[in-house]
């Protein structure tokens, strides 16, 4: 038999699609993603690319405050008991918004699979999806919520130092004692890059913030925010060019400026690359139409049809333009929406 909905992608889209398609009765199944090396070290793992953000200050609903004992009352034990304990009185983080959002598709039933889905045909009037540990399934409808995974810059040497101080996730990997009261660099002028920043001023001594322009493209407040902070020191229209260290790991970095060519040399224990972000969209290609950057195409704006019906996309591999939590738990609801009453004119 056919399943009536499969999901694909467990970030703010996925789960708030599967809360939608459960209480509509499709009996929704879930493809969270694996939990591998190759996601861990991809920075794909399930809960998408919000779980590796500390505070989540803007979405609505989860003001700052007593939120731990929410925590312990809504998350099943098992989960809790891994989740990273934080003060009484906090801004709702990233992981714990997600395992939230997981819980609440649990609630209504939703079967979550802790597998990454590797192929689909999408050319036979059948769906087919194939998870990696499973047969191929067939299916009547695709929400397809894969997101985006972090933009690398290709240096030689960033490849080099990968875990040896080159990381993509601050929250994860800066907290090292090796990172403590050493000078650290972020390449980025978008919001991700203003936040590591930000949360690098607790533990560095001293923060380059390395950005290829002379104005940022993050929000006002991050910046003011940023710039504020007397450990911060942006170095304008430079190139990060060239990673060096040795064994141990990352000294310093090589920056060329953009407007002059010039080389400066700036001390670093540490790099941390925040340039944006990739579509999760390979495993797609050829099945369903694109944009040339690989981010899913809608067929019509503000509907989340794509090329193939009976397959939907949310969240940020079909969104290159808001990237934000909220609006794809927003394009979330409206695929399940749209599935729903695709699957109601065909029967
Ligand atoms: P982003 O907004 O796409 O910004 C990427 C930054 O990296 C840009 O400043 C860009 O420079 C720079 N960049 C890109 N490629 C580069 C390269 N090869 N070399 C040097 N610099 C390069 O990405 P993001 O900051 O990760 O944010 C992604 C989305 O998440 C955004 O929509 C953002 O608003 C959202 N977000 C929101 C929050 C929040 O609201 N609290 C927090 C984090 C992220 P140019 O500016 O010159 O293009």
């Not at 007593?66 to 998350?75: N, Q």
Request: glycine share 8%; with cysteine.
């Amino acid at each position: 038999v056919a399943e009536k909905v499969v999901i694909i992608g467990s970030g703010p889209a996925g789960w708030s699609a599967a809360i939608y398609a459960a209480r509509a009765n499709l009996e929704p199944i879930i493809f969270e993603g694996a939990l591998s090396n190759e996601n861990q070290v991809q920075l794909t793992l399930p809960l998408g690319q919000l779980a590796l953000r500390f505070d989540v200050e803007n979405y609505p609903g989860f003001p700052s405050g007593f939120l731990s004992a929410f925590l312990d009352s809504a998350i099943d034990e098992e989960r809790r008991k891994y989740m990273f304990r934080q003060d009484e009185k906090h801004s709702i983080s990233g992981p714990e918004l997600m395992e939230l959002m997981r819980q609440q598709a649990k609630n209504f039933g939703v079967r979550v699979v802790t597998d990454d889905v590797v192929k689909v045909n999408f050319k036979l009037r059948q769906l087919k999806v194939k998870p990696r540990d499973e047969n191929w399934l067939e299916t009547e409808t695709v929400i397809l919520a894969p997101g985006s995974k972090v933009n690398s810059l290709g240096l030689a040497s960033e490849e080099t130092f990968k875990n040896r101080g080159v990381t993509y996730c601050v929250v994860s990997d800066a907290t090292l004692p090796r990172f403590r009261n050493q000078p650290f660099v972020v390449v980025g002028g978008g919001d991700s890059a203003m936040e590591d920043a930000l949360f690098l001023t607790q533990f560095a001594s001293k923060v380059f913030l390395v950005h290829r322009r002379d104005s940022f493209r993050a929000s006002k407040t991050l910046v003011e925010r940023t710039l504020a902070s007397d450990k911060v020191q942006v170095m304008y229209n430079q190139n990060l060019h060239e990673i060096l260290g040795d064994e141990d790991g990352v000294s310093k970095v090589k920056l060329r400026n953009t407007l002059d060519d010039s080389i400066t040399e700036l001390p670093t224990a540490g790099v941390d690359i925040s340039i944006g972000y990739v579509p999760n969209t390979a495993f797609l290609k050829g099945q369903v139409k694109m944009n040339e950057e690989g981010f899913i195409k809608w067929k019509t704006p503000f509907r989340t049809h794509t090329s193939v019906p009976g397959v939907f996309a949310a969240g940020d591999a079909a969104d290159n333009y808001y990237r934000q939590a909220v609006t794809a738990a927003g394009t979330g609801c409206m695929a399940a929406l749209d599935a729903e009453r695709y699957l109601a004119q065909q029967n």
